[in-house]
């Protein structure tokens, strides 16, 4: 169960290196975002936020559903050391394939369309995140539920490209430097990290076979293109708005957005911390795993509406604090999208509870059904409304894919428990 001390004791552990891990991501942004915002300005700020949008598609290719499904695996295998070397090692040569594809892709798109090529050398410096987070494996740290490491150096990594931000990048002609240190600081996040599975775990590389490549891409098929969803009606609204308007609209739309961001995930360290738990929990006792998931998403909701009653009291405050001014662009869209962080939460805890059920094709159909909603919509409203229509399609897409979730997981739920009954 729950109380049992050493789950309790790594939990804790796990939830207190993470957090420690958010608030230095809280820190270091409230030092480099309203800096960059200034030196910049919003129309080169809103060039970076569209680079950053596209690389996140590949971000997401990268990974191949592996932040859910390898961290299951690794987590139920933890004690056998050789079934988690070659898990390790198959995750690591599918994501570098993946990197590989992914530049190519990357490099297609900028040749073919000028909304790229015009900042071409923007994109690719930003790629380097991908080749980072490719060779950074988080996934292993949470399924062996160590997860401070994952804290020590990421928050080095941090730490360092912060600092070379804010030594040289001093006018707009250093906006080019900006990618170039966050890239610089994810590659040696991934380094350090490999390095550190080798020498402390003893958890080597060794090249695998083809059927245990192809087998892993076809069963992480299904959350990859889950995944795939989720991405395309996240960051598809910077993308549309940015090919739909200008850079100076996106701007400040990213600007909002990202504020946004960070105060509706505050709680994802404790997300990430309980998951492997939540994994071995499931097949002991349903019953319980199904109440404790219901209080946990109580308690997520009810800190939220805190969350967002301090963000609504101090919203000018906290917009001065990033933009050096209570922007009123910024501000109409900060006040529509304050309702995301009430939903922001409940994703990822979904998400987890509908891969441990093994419910990855419906999964996969949910994020499918948001990003429709989010395509149909979302151009209507940016071209009726521009950034105000573009937020209330982001509000909505998230109630409507936290609606589709709870419904899935309670009838299956309910089935589940009816099956039992006849037997």
């Given at each position: 169960m729950f109380s049992n001390k050493a789950h309790i004791k790594r939990l804790t552990s796990n939830f207190f290196s993470l957090s420690i891990l958010q608030w230095v991501n809280y820190i270091l942004p409230l030092i480099t975002f309203p800096y960059l915002v200034r030196v910049l300005g919003v129309e080169l700020f809103g060039i970076l936020a569209l680079a950053t949008a596209l690389i996140s598609y590949f971000n997401v290719i990268v990974d191949y559903g592996f932040n859910l499904t390898a961290v299951n695996e690794i987590a139920t295998h933890s004690n056998n050391k050789k079934k988690v070397e070659q898990i390790y090692s198959i995750v690591i040569t599918v994501k570098l394939l993946l990197t590989l594809v992914s530049f190519i892709i990357l490099s297609l798109i900028i040749s073919i369309f000028e909304i790229f090529s015009n900042n071409w050398e923007i994109y690719l410096l930003t790629f380097g995140v991908v080749i980072g987070q490719a060779i950074f494996p988080v996934w292993f740290f949470?399924?062996?539920e160590k997860m401070k490491y994952i804290a020590y150096i990421n928050i080095f990594a941090k730490v360092i490209f912060t600092a070379l931000i804010l030594l040289f990048v001093e006018h707009?002609?250093?906006?080019?430097?900006?990618?170039?240190?966050i890239s610089l600081g994810f590659i040696i996040s991934g380094v350090l990290s490999i390095v550190l599975v080798r020498n402390k775990f003893g958890v080597r590389f060794s090249l695998q076979e083809f059927s245990n490549i192809k087998r892993a891409l076809l069963e992480n098929w299904h959350i990859f293109i889950s995944n795939i969803f989720v991405s395309l009606y996240t960051t598809t609204?910077?993308?549309?708005?940015?090919?739909m308007t200008n850079n100076t609209i996106?701007?400040?739309?990213a600007i909002a957005e990202k504020?946004?961001?960070?105060?509706?995930?505050?709680?994802?360290?404790?997300?990430?911390?309980?998951?492997?738990l939540l994994s071995k929990k499931y097949f002991i006792n349903k019953k319980y795993f199904f109440g404790f998931v219901k209080r946990l998403g109580l308690i997520y909701t009810a800190f939220s509406?805190?969350?967002?009653?301090?963000?609504?009291?101090?919203?000018?405050?906290?917009?001065?604090?990033?933009?050096g001014k209570a922007d009123q662009h910024v501000i109409e869209i900060y006040f529509i999208l304050m309702f995301t962080v009430m939903t922001i939460p409940l994703g990822p805890l979904f998400t987890q509870v509908l891969n441990i059920m093994k419910l990855k094709r419906s999964l996969s159909k949910i994020s499918r059904d948001a990003f429709i909603f989010t395509i149909v919509f979302a151009p209507i409203s940016i071209y009726?409304?521009?950034?105000?229509?573009?937020?209330?399609?982001a509000v909505f897409a998230q109630i409507f894919i936290i609606s589709l979730c709870?419904?899935?997981?309670?009838?299956?739920?309910?089935?589940?428990?009816e099956n039992i009954r006849k037997a």
């Open positions: 949470q399924g062996i707009e002609g250093d906006y080019h430097l900006v990618p170039t240190f609204n910077i993308l549309l708005l940015g090919i996106t701007g400040y739309y504020i946004i961001h960070a105060f509706g995930n505050i709680l994802t360290p404790l997300s990430q911390a309980i998951y492997p509406v805190v969350v967002v009653l301090i963000m609504y009291i101090y919203s000018d405050l906290i917009i001065t604090i990033v933009t009726t409304y521009s950034t105000i229509g573009l937020a209330v399609v709870i419904n899935k997981i309670t009838t299956t739920k309910s089935k589940n428990n």
